[in-house]
């Protein structure tokens, strides 16, 4: 059997596999209007859930136009401060980290000391076609400052009510990041699991080290998706290498892939092993990642500084980052008058009121340099 046909057996597996673990359907209530009881279960007990339909057509045209954008704006290079059409390029004027680039179909952290060493072994890097750019950008950090449509997916009512349910109604902000994964470019991202701040922690739990949701622009398939470990953010230790090296191959047993449909959003748990390979399909996925933690894990906390400079988050940091929470809700109010708006309970238990207006987007440019990343 050769290794292409040893993967695309690997992949049908995995999809089969991830329809039958039970961790997907719409975002349910129970009477009380709570977060139904049964997608908490499925979330603890697999480390990631799969919420169906909950970004609808106008949102994802929204989503998609300003990804346009974004990709219109990109640096013509890596370095350039202009971008294709000699206009001023995105970012050239950021100071915090942005913009993440690639070799196409590589693997540009793993087996490397970037982010602490989270990502142990190096995925398989296929040739891309003789055509293809250099290099291309993969990751971007900070989206919510070059997108409405992202800030407003942020607010989506349904998903801060999960975070609520799974971090407590005083949840507060992680980050937020756009994947790029272009049909035959995309970079892979090696097994890894996220956090570094709490693994020592005599107070450690499943849960210490918060959530990401993943919302879809164009879906994800076993190809181009997550991949994620189940059950592995139960676990204080992990030898990622060890696991590979008993595969003889990245291709980890057990491991499951998060499959959606335009619309859909993921939810994952940080301490999940996790991970994607390069994507050789013919399908995009453009992944709308943003992460929120306890704030018992981060009050006070020396920060793990992946995101930004290491530094203590104390009380008014976390209200500094969490105005974001503020203006998402109030941007989605204005693009969707009819939705019932979400109610954050540490700005409504303090009176304060956030408005989506002229002078509250001129405090986005570098508002990641404010992250909360342990």
């Known amino acids: 059997m050769t290794d292409d046909s040893a ?12 329809y039958e673990i039970g961790n997907r359907g719409p975002v349910r209530r129970d009477a009380s209007g709570a977060i139904h009881p049964d997608i908490l279960e499925a979330y603890w007990r697999c480390g990631f859930y799969v919420f169906e339909d909950v970004l609808g057509a106008d949102e994802l ?33 950021c100071e915090a980290p942005t913009l993440f680039w690639s070799k196409p179909l590589a693997d540009p952290m793993g087996g490397t000391e970037l982010a602490y060493g989270r990502h142990p072994v190096k995925m398989n890097e296929p040739a891309p076609a003789a055509d293809a750019p250099d290099e291309i950008v993969y990751l971007i950090l900070g989206p919510m400052q070059f997108s409405e449509a992202h800030l ?24 937020e990041a756009l994947f790029i994964k272009e049909p035959g470019l995309g970079a892979s991202v090696a097994w890894h699991r996220d956090g570094v701040t709490h693994y020592d922690n005599p107070d450690w739990d499943e849960g210490i080290h918060g959530f990401n949701f993943m919302g879809q622009l164009y879906g994800c398939t076993p ?4 991949w994620v470990v189940p059950g ?8 990622i290498k060890a696991m590979v090296d008993e595969a ?10 998060i499959i959606c449909k335009p619309g ?17 399909s013919q399908d995009w996925r453009v992944t709308v990642n943003f992460g929120f933690h306890r704030r018992s894990s981060v009050l006070d906390v020396q920060g793990g500084g992946v995101h930004n400079a290491p530094a203590i988050y104390d009380a008014d940091r976390i209200k500094q980052r969490a ?20 109610v954050y309970a540490p700005h409504a238990q303090a009176g304060e009121r956030y408005s989506w207006d002229d002078a509250a987007k001129a405090t986005m440019k570098d508002y990641n340099l404010q992250d909360l990343s342990i």
């Open 232 to 239: 592995s953010h139960k676990l204080q230790s992990v030898d």
């Open 323 to 342: 105005r974001l929470i503020g203006y998402a809700i109030d941007a989605r109010r204005q693009r969707f008058p009819k939705e019932t708006g979400y």
């Open 152 to 175: 407003r997916a942020y607010g989506h009512p349904d998903l801060l009510a999960v975070a609520a349910a799974i971090n407590g109604e005083d949840f507060v902000p992680f980050n």
């Open 223 to 226: 190809a181009n998706g997550v």
């Open 7 to 18: 993967m695309r057996d690997y992949l049908q597996a995995g999809e089969k596999k991830a």
């Open 264 to 280: 859909d959003v993921a939810i994952t748990n940080r301490q999940a092993v996790h991970g994607s390979f390069a994507n050789t």
């Open 61 to 93: 045209a929204d989503i998609e136009a300003d990804l346009k954008n974004i990709l219109d704006r990109l640096p013509s290079k890596q370095g350039s401060p202009v971008d294709a059409k000699g206009r001023p390029a995105l970012t050239v004027d």
């Open 248 to 257: 003889s191959s990245e291709r980890l047993p057990g491991a499951v892939p």
